[in-house]
């Protein structure tokens, strides 16, 4: 089975401070996510990578960034936390677009004060 | 751009009910269709998919077919349990520029009591 891992389930942070969320995947996938989920929002895409160093802004990047330095582990940055980024934040892998689903780590509950 | 539809939650069924969840889509070329499900405090995982017109998912007693003439991929099932309660994607995803693109629906909880 795949396995997609994210390191944290709960996260408390304060305003202004760097966060890293990691992520890692054992299938090998060349296509990584990284979502936030809000109530009343769904599922909203913030970057995605296809490969090793590349990345692509998804659909609400604004403040934060991405690192794929190896294939299997990709992270999400948040430069300087505010309250506004509280939510939830899925990780996801998947395989040979478009008929491969995507695999999702069980989430990270980010909370900034 | 691609989108999907799903109804509104939450739906609410008795234990033994039977369950639609009625989800459309628009979108250019051919696209998979899935349906995923999120179990509280958990990430998303997949329920079922079809990858061309007319291809039947079906996974734990949930079906649900592509229907390219009405841009449809409706969740049923026949007799739902307490243990199905939960939150269900639709999403579609289409290959375009050789990476996936993936389209959620805004989810659609449901509840099933005893």
């Known amino acids: 089975d795949v396995k997609v891992t994210q390191s944290s389930r709960y996260l408390v942070k304060r305003t202004g401070e760097k966060v890293f969320l990691e992520c890692v995947q054992d299938m090998d996938h060349e296509n990584m996510f990284w979502y936030r989920q809000d109530p009343g929002l769904g599922l909203r895409l913030i970057y995605f990578s296809y490969d090793v160093k590349m990345k692509e802004k998804g659909d609400i990047p604004e403040g934060y960034s991405v690192s794929r330095e190896k294939k299997e582990r990709f992270s999400l940055i948040l430069e300087s936390a505010s309250t506004n980024q509280t939510s939830m934040y899925l990780c996801a892998s998947g395989g040979d677009p478009p008929r491969s689903p995507l695999h999702f780590g069980n989430g990270t509950r980010l909370t900034v004060t | 751009g691609n989108s999907v539809t799903q109804m509104e939650g939450p739906v609410t069924l008795s234990e033994e009910a039977f369950l639609t969840i009625n989800c459309t889509y628009t979108a250019t070329g051919y696209p998979s269709l899935f349906w995923y499900v999120q179990y509280p405090g958990e990430g998303l995982q997949l329920l079922l998919k079809?990858?061309?017109?007319?291809d039947k998912g079906s996974n734990k007693g949930f079906e649900a077919t592509y229907r390219k003439e009405t841009t449809s991929f409706h969740l049923e099932k026949g007799s739902v349990q307490v243990s199905d309660s939960a939150v269900y994607f639709c999403?579609?995803?289409?290959?375009?520029?050789?990476?996936?693109?993936?389209?959620f629906g805004t989810g659609t909880k449901l509840q099933v009591i005893p």
């Open positions: 079809a990858t061309k017109a007319d």
């Open positions: 999403a579609l995803s289409d290959g375009s520029g050789g990476y996936q693109k993936v389209t």
